[in-house]
């Protein structure tokens, strides 16, 4: 039930983001599936796992896998698919409560929320270009089967 | 001469192109690879470019083309303007075309320009999804229904206030500033109002809606991407925009807080 409220809100909010980035109408549809794919995972692995990297990671693959094969089915480039996508586990949120305590004066609290931002944004870079690299090699495999 | 002034003239529309794309918010390799490929696939009375070296940073393209032992340089000066996916698509179309050499020169050129001034959604829907962004991202980290109202209006109206700065040829610090400015005052006047009719909300919660709009999230992990990928000079300066973006919004969100936590 969890799942299911939480996969209408996440679709809903990168629905919101697509259009404040211009994504192209037609693609709107396609680009929100993949980020609510994207935060399920997400939200899966968060609930049993206390690593605030691993959940991001994952998150990450799975959104530039489905942008890859989104891309390669709609001929368009994969980043339109992927920039909305990663969108509900982008630090936005870190990076307010490491401003919010540096102005609360609380570096201690600053600098950990700071580093943890920091890499999770390089975990879902990671991710990213770790699904491109993948699709990337195994491409030319799977053009040589469908001939 | 006339050799001389269609080089340029080839040049010159793949490095727009570029232009185009980097200030929209393409990856630095896409650009890259997307003028180098502009420029290469161009045959020139039977002959085509020898050498083409491509230099992108955010905030420029600088392009060396040799033919015939003859070198031109182009420096495209790129002011990066935020992020418009219609824009991108766009631009990749028009570049594949124009490497399968279907386009003329006058005809690219002509593209070129409807390329600058793509459609965009309405005002009215823009707002209103920005409302959506903002409010349903609320959900996400466990907000409540009150939160989610109050974070949407806040949201639209930021974006509101963001669309009304953007004519005004403001730099991106003081554009910020205000930014974070107006959404943490919306949402502790809000929230104070909700108070005082008898719902409860949580005044970060509610903020980080509106500021999800804003916060630098994308150009930070576009940044490492490009870091990682091996455009260190690239990945830096896109790092550095999304630090001093951030930095911006804490001042902003600061200078509200602090009155605020003393009046409240």
Not at chain 2, 206 to 211: A, D, R, S
């Amino acid at each position: 039930m969890v799942y299911i409220s939480q996969a209408i809100y996440s679709f809903l909010s990168v629905v919101g983001f697509s259009v404040l980035f211009n994504l192209p109408r037609k693609l709107i549809f396609a680009a929100s599936i993949s980020g609510m794919f994207g935060w399920l995972l997400y939200y899966f692995f968060q609930s049993f796992s206390t690593n605030f990297i691993v959940p991001a990671f994952v998150g990450s693959i799975v959104v530039g896998l489905i942008g890859e094969v989104l891309a390669a089915v709609k001929k368009h480039p994969a980043t339109i698919f992927t920039i909305p996508g990663i969108i509900p586990f982008v630090p936005g949120y870190g990076i307010y409560y490491t401003m919010l305590h540096i102005v609360e004066k609380d570096f201690d609290l600053a600098l950990t929320t700071g580093a943890e931002s920091l890499f999770i944004a390089i975990s879902i870079a990671c991710g990213i270009v770790l699904a491109t690299s993948f699709v990337r090699i195994i491409k030319p495999n799977i053009e040589k089967l469908l001939r | 001469m006339e050799l001389q002034i269609e080089i340029k003239r080839v040049i010159r529309i793949a490095t727009r192109t570029g232009r185009i794309m980097l200030q929209n918010g393409a990856e630095t390799y896409r650009v890259e690879d997307t003028v180098k490929r502009m420029v290469e696939s161009r045959v020139i009375s039977s002959k085509k470019f020898e050498t083409v070296n491509v230099f992108v940073i955010p905030t420029g393209i600088i392009l060396s083309a040799d033919y015939e032992n003859e070198t031109t340089t182009v420096l495209e000066r790129v002011y990066p303007e935020g992020i418009d996916l219609e824009c991108i698509d766009r631009a990749n179309e028009f570049s594949r075309k124009f490497t399968n050499g279907i386009m003329s020169l006058e005809q690219a050129e002509s593209a070129l320009e409807e390329l600058s001034n793509p459609p965009k959604f309405s005002k009215v829907i823009r707002i209103l999804a920005s409302g959506m962004g903002g409010g349903f991202f609320i959900f996400l980290f466990g907000g409540t229904l009150t939160e989610f109202f109050l974070a949407y209006i806040a949201s639209a109206a930021t974006i509101l206030c963001m669309d009304g700065l953007a004519s005004k040829h403001l730099n991106f610090f003081i554009k910020n500033i205000i930014g974070g400015f107006a959404a943490s005052l919306l949402g502790v006047i809000l929230v104070q109002f909700t108070r005082w009719i008898g719902f409860e909300a949580n005044l970060n919660i509610v903020i980080i809606g509106p500021l999800m709009t804003l916060v630098p999230g994308v150009s930070l992990t576009n940044g490492i991407r490009d870091l990682i990928s091996g455009e260190l000079l690239a990945g830096s300066a896109k790092i550095m925009e999304a630090l001093f973006i951030a930095i911006a919004l804490a001042f902003g969100v600061g200078m509200v807080l602090q009155f605020s936590l003393k009046l409240i």
